[in-house]
């Protein structure tokens, strides 16, 4: 989310409460993160699930868009050309930065990456009523592919689980919950349909999406390279 919502990203803060920890292993995430990582997804403030079917990309395909978020949001900023402020850089180290100018900021961190699988930590700020708020969060990406009459789709699922650590946490649910529901979904609408966008737009004009993304001069040659390695016709 891209999707997801990395897709996101503290970006998919939204209001299904409750945790979902027993629903996926995440002992590879406690493994490498430690007992703060834990307590995200066991005692989450807020947790969302997101859901995509019938992206009409092969799992091999999706997993590249996956491990290529940079060249993926590019993609999807030209979907969404109201995504043209979001940001994504790739650090050194293997983490991603992250920056939403509406006041999200963040490093995300790929933990794990098996078929089928993404697992990604984030620790970031928001602000909230011109109060920058700490937290965590955890994004479970889980994914597969189905045979179909006109080729293989995926279906994908993501769910994210935020942690806030600040002491306003209590009211900030309280009014987030009052105040914000259908401006969060929107949000969350609009990056899960550019998601479904960048898998429509390299499945019916694979050519096309490589001449844009070049056009752009955002993607560096050898990234290109592997696009076309991947999506353009033998």
Known sequence: MIFQRITAFFLALALMAGPLFAATDFSDLIEKKGPRAKEVVT??????????????????QYEF????PRLAMVLARICDP?????????????SIHVHDPAGLEGDVDLVSAVQGRRLYFVSGHFTFLKMKVNGHMVVANEYAEH??????????????YIKLNSAFVGIFAK????????????????FTN??????????????GAYKRLAS???????????????????
């Open 43 to 60: 005692r989450p403030t807020v947790t969302r699930i997101s859901t995509l079917q019938g992206l009409p990309v092969s799992a091999v």
């Open 82 to 94: 109201s995504l043209d402020l979001y940001r994504i850089e790739p650090r050194p180290e293997g």
């Open 194 to 207: 550019a998601v479904r966008s960048v898998a429509f737009a390299v499945h019916e004009d694979p050519e």
């Open 175 to 190: 009014m987030m919950a009052f105040l914000f529901p259908k401006k969060v979904d929107e949000r969350i609408g609009r």
């Open 65 to 68: 868009l996956l491990d290529h």
């Open 216 to 234: 752009t001069g955002e993607v560096s040659p050898g990234e290109l390279k592997d696009f076309g390695a991947m999506f353009l016709k033998k």
């Open 147 to 160: 045979p179909g009459k006109t080729g293989h789709t995926v279906d994908a699922t993501s769910t994210s």
